[in-house]
Nanobody
Framework: QVQLVESGGGLVQAGGSLRLSCAASGGTFNNYVMGWFRQAPGKERELVAAISWTGYSRYYPDSSKGRFTISRDNTKNTVYLQMNSLKPEDTAVYYC??????????????????WGQGTQVTVSS
């Protein structure tokens, strides 16, 4: 059973930066596609970034491309999301998720098998 725990969320001013971390345990983390999702009140959960098993391939939707960077350190069983130039519309609960292979372009939350509890990111204007 894979368990994911996010950390690093908080309150930041517009234009600022945050780095989220996701620690994995109980599974073969190095073989999983990892993704970050976010969900704001009244909004659907949306993919922010995804990374392949090896970390060589990354995917960013238009909402985060150019501002966010996903990375992973398989030796530490950890995936990161570096968020720069944050905007108030980035305010949401951010979730770490994993799935057993497949495409990094799979942007539906139902395609991911394992989820963290989420961490709140609030960007003030």
């Amino acid at each position: 059973q894979v368990q994911l725990v996010e950390s690093g969320g908080g309150l930041v001013q517009a234009g600022g930066s945050l780095r989220l971390s996701c620690a994995a345990s109980g599974g073969t983390f190095n073989n999983y596609v990892m993704g970050w999702f976010r969900q704001a009140p009244g909004k659907e959960r949306e993919l922010v970034a995804a990374i392949s098993w090896t970390g060589y391939s990354r995917y960013y939707p238009d909402s985060s491309k150019g501002r966010f960077t996903i990375s992973r350190d398989n030796t530490k069983n950890t995936v990161y999301l570096q968020m720069n130039s944050l905007k108030p519309e980035d305010t949401a609960v951010y979730y770490c998720a994993g799935k057993s292979g497949g495409s990094i372009y799979a942007n539906k939350s139902r395609l991911y098998d394992y989820w963290g509890q989420g961490t709140q990111v609030t960007v003030s204007s």
